[in-house]
């Protein structure tokens, strides 16, 4: 799936 | 990863222990919110989907498996483990009213318009509120363990980190993620109230006890 933001947190 | 952030997840592992702990030596789930609790596994669960798809860190996956994992012990505990000492008749807030509000607020206010991007802010926005049922019940009680009370505190001071730590990314990154930050103000706020009874009689030796 194509990332629209990256979410690296928890 | 910055000071701030890992401070915090540290302190969210440090609730969940504590937790654990609470449970294990008296052998009890009394003061806990069964709601809150399985709200935590709704929240882990639709967040970490991307488990699946996104490789973050050997960190970031470890930590997401800890939080879907410990979150599922925590909820069987209560379920069968210790059943007798859950009294459902205090753990009364209507979870329905923090579900349909949430799921609305992610139709609307996501990144993407997609399964995996709607049920991220899904759960940004279920975090958010999940400890009402919890401070619900510790309003109807107006009293509770001292050991309960640390579980709490370690939980709202890994919220209030996440802040520094976004102001940090701000000046450091460039990076804002405003539905994360908007949600994250707003849940540290419900803990404000908690915050100050804690502080002011909790830490300084006395009860928790809420005024009459």
């Known amino acids: 799936e194509e990332d629209a933001v990256s979410h690296d947190e928890l | 990863m910055n000071f701030f952030r890992l401070l915090g997840d540290l302190s969210h592992l440090a609730s969940i222990f504590i937790l654990l702990h609470k449970i294990q030596t008296t052998r009890s789930c009394r003061g806990i919110s069964f709601k ?3 709200l935590y596994v709704a929240v882990f669960v639709t967040r970490y989907l991307d488990l699946f798809f996104r490789y973050v860190s050997l960190y ?3 930590m997401k498996l800890f939080f879907i994992a410990s979150s599922c012990y925590i909820l069987y505990l209560m379920k069968y483990k ?7 008749s205090i753990d009364t807030f209507r979870i329905e009213y923090l579900l349909g509000p949430c799921f609305v607020l992610s139709l609307i206010f996501n990144y993407k318009f997609s399964f995996s991007e709607i049920l991220w802010s899904f759960s940004i926005f279920l975090e ?3 400890i009402l049922p919890q401070l619900f019940m510790l309003q109807r009680t107006g009293e509770a363990e001292t050991i309960t ?3 709490l505190a370690a939980l709202g001071v890994y919220r209030a980190l996440y802040i ?6 701000y000046f450091t990154e460039g990076l804002v993620d405003p539905i994360a930050v908007t949600a994250g103000i707003v849940q540290t706020g419900l803990y404000l109230d908690f915050f100050y009874v804690y502080f002011t009689k909790v830490l300084q030796g006395q009860k928790f006890e809420l005024p009459a």
């Open chain 2, 164 to 169: 520094p730590n976004w102001i940090y990314r």
């Open chain 2, 82 to 88: 210790y059943r007798p000492t859950h009294d459902p």
């Open chain 2, 149 to 151: 009370t640390h579980y």
């Open chain 2, 60 to 62: 970031n996956s470890v």
């Open chain 2, 128 to 130: 958010a509120v999940a």
């Open chain 2, 36 to 38: 809150t609790q399985a």
